[in-house]
Every structure is written in C-alpha cells, then in structure tokens.
C-alpha cells in the first residue's frame, strides 16, 4: 500500500469519515477514492487539495512526507517564530521595507541583523 493510500486511510478513520461522505464532500467519484485507499493510484493535485480540505489534514502530509497532520493556514511553516511572523506581517499588512525590517529585528534578536 502507497504511503498516501496509508495515510488516507488513518486519516479517514480518526475523522470517523466513510468513503460515501468524502465522495459526497469532495465531489470525487466513488471508484476513484476507493482505488485511492486501495493504493492503486494517487490522486492529482486537485483532487489531493479537496480531499486534504474535506479531512481537515495537511495535503502534503498526506504525500507522505514527515510534517504535522492537522490542517491550516499555518502548516506549511517551518518553526512557530516564522509562523508567527508570518501571520503578523499578514494581520498587519505592513506596507514599506522599514516596519518589515524592524518586525524581522524584533524578531530575530540580532541573529543576522
């Protein structure tokens, strides 16, 4: 079984969701998901990104690749102080190179500035 088949697989389970609710929720065939779980065929990257937004999990995690689970705007941050710059700068919306530059200084604390 494919690491994707795998991890679609436990996803579905701790979500308690049944094949008929993703395909209802995503919009998939039936066929299709059940050859997903099956491991004889990985998704395209659309129909990856509905399935990861129908079980409220990280599409790339479900790839197979060593990151968190859970789902969010978040996720694809490497540490917390990026994902909290990050979401600072976007709830900010800092406008010119100054208040960037300071937000990253006060940040960061001297560690290449």
């Known amino acids: 079984m494919s690491s994707f088949a795998s991890r679609l697989n436990k996803a579905m389970e701790l979500k308690n969701m049944k094949q008929s ?3 209802e929720k995503t919009g998939i065939t039936k066929g299709a998901i059940s050859q997903y779980l099956k491991g004889e065929y990985e998704p ?3 129909n990856l990104y509905k399935i990861s937004k129908a079980l409220q999990v990280n599409p790339v995690w479900l790839m197979g690749k060593e990151v968190d689970m859970e789902s969010g705007e978040n996720s694809y941050y490497l540490n917390n102080d990026v994902r909290k710059l990050a979401q600072e700068l976007f709830d900010n ?3 010119g190179i100054k208040p960037l530059f300071s937000l990253l200084k006060s940040h960061f604390r001297g560690s290449f500035f």
């Open 21 to 23: 609710e993703l395909v």
């Open 44 to 46: 395209k990257q659309i």
């Open 93 to 95: 919306r800092y406008k």
